[in-house]
């Protein structure tokens, strides 16, 4: 197997639970032929163990009530899969690099501390070298206890906007699926969520370097406003001059839109207000918004969408389904 994304594909619906015969055949041929496979399978899972068991339950959680699909017409809706997350879980935990791996299969009783922001809240957060982090809702940060030894290093899931403090002996480095950013002292806010596409770096202070699955295979260095815009699925990393305050809005609890689509809005607001969000349509999923909600809740701000782009909402127990 050459996909090395695939092989983590595996793994992520191993620890999940969702292996079929076929898979967990395919799965136990790739360990058996490959020994540094192994130690990172047992990383993961350390890994895994620690941070995640509770994420593993909301894949048993159903999208719509029985009821609401004979109402609406629908067969069969799939359940929410989680192993996009886990598979990016997977992927950052190995992109981290063989310092993670040894110390971990090494030093049993090395620990790795968790910083959380739930959904629905955002987090103030100072690491022990100083830096000062700003976690976005539905987002983690890990960093090992040992955190100001040799190397600075964390691993990001979700948004966050880092302050860092300088140290020109210790390298900052931040670790998310598909990009790592490397910095002395320097403002930035780096946004890489699993579920999402796109992982994005707006500097606005200081410089930044870039290492990771995209095209150019070179480091890329980052200059005040500016912004890189990795996909995750093309490896295509683009830099452009960033005017808009994306960062320091949801800092201070805005919610503004910036030609958004309804997808990503679905997103947004999933995380803001704690909501389970369905688009039944690809074509309303592609619908496009920008404007200042920051004063709405999550009710109101779906009246004014769907005053401006025609769309019906409607709720099923935790659920809202979105549709034309």
Request: charged share 25%; no cysteine.
């Amino acid at each position: 197997m050459d996909n090395i994304e695939e092989k983590y594909r595996l793994l992520a619906r191993q620890l999940n639970g969702e292996l079929n015969d076929a898979e967990h055949e395919l799965l136990t041929d790739e360990l058996n032929q490959d020994e540094t496979f192994v130690a990172k399978q047992y990383v993961l899972q350390v890994f895994w163990q620690k941070f995640f068991p509770k994420v593993k339950s909301q894949s048993h959680e159903r999208i719509m009530t029985d009821t609401m699909k004979r109402v609406m017409g629908i067969k069969e809706v799939k359940r929410p899969q989680m192993t996009i997350w886990y598979s990016a879980i997977a992927i950052l935990v190995v992109a981290l690099g063989i310092s993670l791996a040894r110390n971990l299969l090494v030093d049993k009783n090395n620990e790795l501390i968790q910083y959380v922001a739930n959904v629905g809240e955002t987090k103030k957060v100072v690491l022990p070298d100083g830096t000062k982090v700003d976690l976005n809702a539905g987002s983690s940060l890990v960093i090992q206890k040992d955190f100001t030894a040799d190397k600075r290093q964390v691993i990001l899931t979700g948004e966050g906007y880092f302050d860092v403090a300088k140290d020109a002996e210790k390298p900052f480095e931040i670790t998310t699926s598909h990009l790592k950013v490397s910095v002395l002292g320097t403002r930035f806010d780096l946004k890489a969520y699993a579920d999402e596409d796109e992982i994005k770096a707006v500097l606005d202070e200081g410089k930044i370097q870039l290492d990771g699955e995209f095209n150019k295979q070179q480091p890329v260095f980052l200059k005040p406003g500016y912004a890189a815009t990795l996909n995750k699925n093309t490896g295509e990393l683009q830099i452009q001059p960033h005017k808009q305050q994306s960062a320091e809005q949801w800092r201070d609890g805005k919610l503004v839109f910036y030609n958004h689509t309804l997808a990503q809005i679905a997103r947004i607001l999933e995380r803001r207000f704690n909501a389970r969000i369905i688009i039944l349509n690809d074509e309303v999923k592609e619908y496009r918004f920008s404007g200042d909600f920051s004063h709405a809740n999550l009710f109101e701000l779906l009246g004014y969408l769907s005053a401006a782009r025609p769309f019906t909402f409607e709720t099923s127990g935790e659920y809202i389904v979105i549709s034309k």
